[in-house]
Each structure stands twice: as C-alpha cells, then as structure tokens.
C-alpha cells in the first residue's frame, strides 16, 4: 500500500507540474460588489416613456429614469444610501415618478422620442457610459438634467431640488449650483505633481489630456486626491496624459484642445461642468468622455486606460472594456475592488 501511495503522489505531482497553471489556478477575486433592491416606490411601468413623463406632469412631478446594471457598488450606494436618508427618500417620492432600467436587459422600452427599443438598447443610444445613469424629464418628454454615475446625498437632493424647482427657469445646473452652494473663498487647490504649470496650451499634443476642474476647500476633491490620484496605479496611468488642474471657478487662461482661447470658468461652462471635482478626457483634440460624480480608483484608473490606450476606437462599450479589464487582472492574479 505506502509504494502504491508513494506511486499515486508521484503521478499526481507530475500532472500538475505539466498542467498550465492558468488552468488550475482560479482568479483573483472581485471584491466590492455591489448590492441591492429597487425600492418599492418605483413605478410598476409599461416603460412608455412618453405616457410615463405625461402621467407624472398631469400630477405636477418630472420623471426621473434610472439606468443601472446588478451588481454595481454605485448603484448600491444610491439605494442604500442616498434613499436609505428620509430627506431624500421624501423629497423623491414628492416630486418624481421614478422607473428603472436594465442597462443589459431585454424588456421592451419607448423612448420619449417614440422608438421602440430594448432596454440595453435604450441604454446604447443614450450613451450610458456609467451605473448609475439617471435621465430626468419634464412633460413633454425634455430631458432636464442628466446624472452620470453616483451623486452623495447633499449633491443628489440638490439635483432632485433643481430638477422641481428650478430647471423650469432656464437656469444651468451649475449656475443653480453656484447659488445655492456658491464656492468658498479661502483656500487653496490640492496640488500634485503630475500637473503641468501654466502656460495651458493644450492645441495639437501628441498624449491625450485630462483636465481636472476642481475648486477650492471641496470635500470631495480632497477624497479624489486622498482616495484616488494617492494611488500607485493611478499615477502610472495619468503618466500616459498631459494632465492640468483647473478651479473651475477661475479667469486661469486656457488654450483649449481644440484651439480656443478661454478661461477657466468659461470653458468650464461651456462644458456644462455641473458636478465638481470632474476630469475630461480629450484625444485628438476632442472629448472622448469625462467623469462627473464620485468614482473610487477602480474606475478612474479604467477610464484612463480606456482613453490612453485608445481602446474607445474599437470598443465603443466602456462597461465592456471595463468588465474585460477585470477579467484580464483576475486571471492574472491581480485582485479587483471596485469600491477602492
């Protein structure tokens, strides 16, 4: 019996020496998954969104269409957090008729515009880049304010406040922002040392760019640096971009991708910067897409390899690129947290 043991292990240990490791080995694992439920208050929908956005004016709400995907951590913020505060719960459940949508599913959707589509293809023609995307409409089906990826609480009640109350006066998001949470004064921007100092020109550059729009004594700027721009992997990363820091608010000159001459705030409007801190990406003199909500390192790390590497050009998908991005580290023994 110990020589046919001895016989066995001999026979096992030569398998596995032969044996591809990848075959054996099983992936990293992907932590931060996010969970949740669709509360109980969104409406049961034929998804008509046309009837949707009429139903909710003639009892004097907006619609407001979340788009979103199982298992994001962003998504699971917004439910468990945002409408787990009674402040924000009440305040949605007052002014909107909510629906959610599948960013992958296959149900039946009519767009406002009258087309008829699946969901996943409904989250394709409005160019879902993030989960949470959350699209707001008035009566008439006019797309009012657009939130792409997740808002914290105080930021989100003031989008659901602007969307009720004031998106009817022709004010901007951003110009609502301003006077309702006008930047403070004292302060300085958090510096890094991969900015690039003034003089902007960003015209003709061979590197994609990245320009971050801050401002001053901004709690959520200190949690990018603190929590994102800190990290080693992210700074190899912005390594492949000519990145500048702007205050969003400033007259700083800037020479703009495409060759205007401008400031600071004025390009900062005319990009409709609404959520600060935002980083938008350009390449070849033009924007490839931007983030403008809370995103952990994950995310901001995936979203500058989607743009470096020009990913984008054959990959229309940055949720399919991301997934891929994730598989090809956990396959290589790389863990992945998205909620760090």
């Known amino acids: 019996m110990?020589?046919?043991?001895?016989?066995?292990?001999?026979?096992?240990?030569?398998?596995?020496?032969?044996?591809?490791?990848?075959?054996?080995?099983?992936?990293?694992?992907?932590?931060?998954?996010?969970?949740?439920?669709?509360?109980?208050?969104?409406?049961?929908?034929?998804?008509?969104?046309?009837?949707?956005?009429?139903?909710?004016?003639?009892?004097?709400?907006?619609?407001?269409?979340?788009?979103?995907?199982?298992?994001?951590?962003?998504?699971?913020?917004?439910?468990?957090?945002?409408?787990?505060?009674?402040?924000?719960?009440?305040?949605?459940?007052?002014?909107?008729?909510?629906?959610?949508?599948?960013?992958?599913?296959d149900r039946a959707v009519v767009d406002v515009d009258g087309e008829s589509l699946t969901e996943k293809a409904f989250a394709a023609k409005h160019e879902v880049w993030f989960t949470p995307t959350i699209l707001f409409f008035d009566g008439i089906g006019k797309r009012v304010l657009?939130?792409?990826?997740?808002?914290?609480?105080?930021?989100?009640?003031?989008?659901?406040?602007?969307?009720?109350?004031?998106?009817?006066?022709?004010?901007?998001?951003?110009?609502?922002?301003?006077?309702?949470?006008?930047?403070?004064?004292?302060?300085?921007l958090i510096d890094e040392p991969f900015f690039l100092r003034p003089p902007y020109d960003l015209k003709d550059t061979a590197s994609p760019v990245v320009v971050f729009f801050e401002q001053r004594d901004c709690d959520e700027c200190r949690d990018l640096h603190r929590e994102v721009l800190d990290k080693a992997e992210t700074r190899r990363e912005i390594g492949r971009f000519r990145a500048i820091q702007l205050d969003r608010w400033s007259a700083t000159p800037v020479v703009t991708p495409s060759g205007e001459r401008s400031t600071a705030r004025q390009w900062a409007d005319a990009l409709g910067i609404g959520y600060v801190p935002a980083a938008?990406?350009?390449?070849?003199?033009?924007?490839?897409?931007?983030?403008?909500?809370?995103?952990?390192?994950?995310?901001?790390?995936?979203?500058m390899d989607y743009v470096a590497s020009r990913a984008y050009r054959t990959q229309p998908s940055f949720q399919r690129f991301i997934q891929g991005r994730a598989d090809g580290l956990r396959e290589a023994g790389v863990g992945v947290d998205l909620w760090k």
């Not at 917004?78 to 409408?83: A, I, K, M, Q």
């Not at 006066?169 to 949470?181: D, M, N, S």
């Not at 938008?280 to 979203?303: C, P």
Request: glycine fraction near 8%.
């Open 2 to 105: 110990p020589a046919l043991l001895h016989g066995l292990a001999f026979i096992l240990a030569s398998l596995l020496t032969a044996w591809p490791v990848g075959v054996l080995a099983d992936k990293a694992p992907m932590r931060g998954v996010g969970e949740f439920t669709i509360p109980a208050w969104f409406k049961n929908s034929f998804l008509d969104l046309r009837e949707d956005a009429a139903e909710a004016s003639a009892r004097g709400r907006s619609l407001m269409v979340y788009i979103g995907q199982d298992g994001c951590p962003y998504c699971a913020a917004l439910f468990n957090t945002n409408f787990s505060q009674k402040s924000v719960e009440d305040y949605a459940r007052a002014h909107f008729d909510a629906l959610d949508i599948n960013m992958w599913g």
């Open 146 to 188: 657009r939130i792409n990826g997740y808002y914290p609480p105080r930021r989100f009640l003031a989008a659901l406040r602007y969307v009720a109350e004031d998106s009817a006066k022709g004010e901007t998001f951003a110009a609502y922002l301003e006077r309702v949470a006008p930047p403070a004064a004292p302060g300085t």
């Open 280 to 303: 938008v990406f350009f390449d070849d003199g033009r924007e490839v897409m931007r983030i403008e909500a809370m995103f952990k390192a994950f995310h901001v790390q995936s979203v």
